[in-house]
């Protein structure tokens, strides 16, 4: 009985691993290949925020990305992290000196949203977040505490090799 129960328990976490962290490579036929570029674009590109006085470097912790690898075929990668609520992943919350937010991506998504959660939620992941207004890769951080989530898309066209969408969370304070 032990040993199944130890089996059950290393194949239960086996597919839970599984499911959050996969690559895949399909091939797809197209009429013409998308554009090469100089660089090959394999994953989701780094955030970085500015509030006038410091620049915060994020890396995405959820979404999923695909990329031309060439002769027709892409590779595609799901990534799973931990929920912004999470609070056993939660740093401190970085002060904010300023309440105007600047997004700034190394390639620029085709659209962007944010949510946030006061930090009073954390621990609690069902909680529902508020949506930012975001104007020109901008927004306005609310006063206090809050776990900041932002989303972006590139979309799939024919001028780009690569598409998908990630997902930065931070948690900051503003007074």
Known sequence: MKRFVSLFLFLSCLSLFASCDTS???SIDTA???PSI?????????LMIEDGEQTIT????????????????WASSNFCGAHPLDNIHTPDPVPLSDNSVALAFDLLP????V???PDTDLGNTESSPSEVPVTNFTF????????????????????RNYHGHASYAFYAVFQ
């Open 24 to 26: 895949r490579e399909v």
């Open 115 to 117: 949510l946030c959660w």
């Open 58 to 73: 994020l890396r995405s912790g959820n979404g999923e990305w695909s990329y031309h690898i060439g002769n027709g075929k």
């Open 110 to 113: 085709d659209s962007v949203t």
């Open 140 to 159: 306005s951080s609310k006063p206090g505490s809050w776990i900041y989530e932002i989303t972006a898309r590139w979309e799939q066209s024919d001028n």
């Open 32 to 34: 013409e290949p998308p």
């Open 38 to 46: 100089d660089e090959l674009v394999s994953e989701p590109p780094v």
